[in-house]
């Protein structure tokens, strides 16, 4: 007697993925880039699943290590970033180790050879990457915020990064919203640019050849 072959609808479901959009804002000397030898970061705005909380960290050491406790307490199977591999995952990983803190082992992130920041449990995604090879956008406007306006009509709060630090001690609620706001438009160009096209493949994929 043949086997009987049932479909099992819920296999079909897509599986519901937590994800982590990230920005980092960090102190720097006057026309200067951010160095991570000496420059510390001062806040780390993120969106989970579109949603925010805040934390309130004494210092760098324990908003790091807080970044890392709540990673490992809400899980996400995707991180997003824009430029994270060269610099938010680097500078991250830099200040976390002054402190002897280990990001790979809290939270399983390193860079390969080709210096991408990849995790066996989560994947990373960063939008620049996209950017430069999906969105026929021109070289100059590659910024977050010019890509922000030009594809999700979406307008970022911007400051001179010359006012930031100043900013952190006077003008702490202006600043937080400039840094939330790049978190913002990274989780939705992520959500409506990559994602939808990374579970269509997958999907298809699993269904053999179209």
Known sequence: MPPEITLCEELLQPAEITVLA???????????????????????????????????????EKLIQKFF???????????VTYNGDN??????????AVYELNMLKEIGFSANRDGFY??????????LHWVKRDSY?????????AVAKAKLRYDPVELDPEDMCRMASEQPQILASY??????????????YVHPFIFCVMYNYSNGPR
């Open 118 to 127: 990849l995790s066996r449990p989560s994947a990373h995604l960063d939008c």
């Open 179 to 192: 840094s939330v706001s790049d978190a913002v438009a990274t989780y939705y160009l992520y959500m409506k």
């Open 69 to 79: 406790d709540h990673i490992l307490e809400v899980k996400p199977l995707v991180f």
């Open 137 to 145: 956008l021109p070289v100059g406007s590659h910024n977050l915020k």
């Open 22 to 60: 990230y920005d980092i804002e960090t102190t720097k000397l006057p026309l200067k880039f951010p160095d991570s030898s000496f420059d510390q970061i001062m806040m780390i705005s993120y969106m989970i699943d579109g949603n925010f909380t805040v934390f309130n960290e004494e210092n760098e």
């Open 87 to 96: 610099f938010d995952f680097k500078f991250v990983e830099a200040r976390a």
